[in-house]
């Protein structure tokens, strides 16, 4: 991506990849209730790896943290990381 903060390519990116993100929190709540760690590993490494492509570091953190729990099978953890997901979310809508 374009080191410009105010590039617009990589801001409409950025944007559409917020917007995603949100979406998929309802995703990985619902695998978080059916115990589906598979696609909280999934999402989580899609987010991780997206975000930090933008240079949203904050939030690809949250993602392979999420991914990391996710992978153990840590319900609890992952509850913990989805919390962290959405004020890394707010954080990075600025």
Do not use: Q, W
């Amino acid at each position: 991506m374009s080191p410009l903060p105010d590039d617009p390519l990589e801001r409409g990116l950025r944007e559409k990849l917020l917007g995603r993100t949100r979406a998929d929190l309802a995703r990985l709540n619902r695998a978080l209730d059916a115990c589906d760690f598979p696609t909280i590993v999934h999402l989580a490494h899609r987010l991780g790896g997206a975000a930090g492509a933008l240079g949203l570091e904050d939030l690809s953190v949250t993602g392979r943290e999420l991914e990391r729990e996710g992978a153990r099978g840590d319900a609890a953890a992952v509850r913990a990381r989805l919390g962290l997901l959405v004020e890394a979310l707010a954080r990075a809508k600025g």
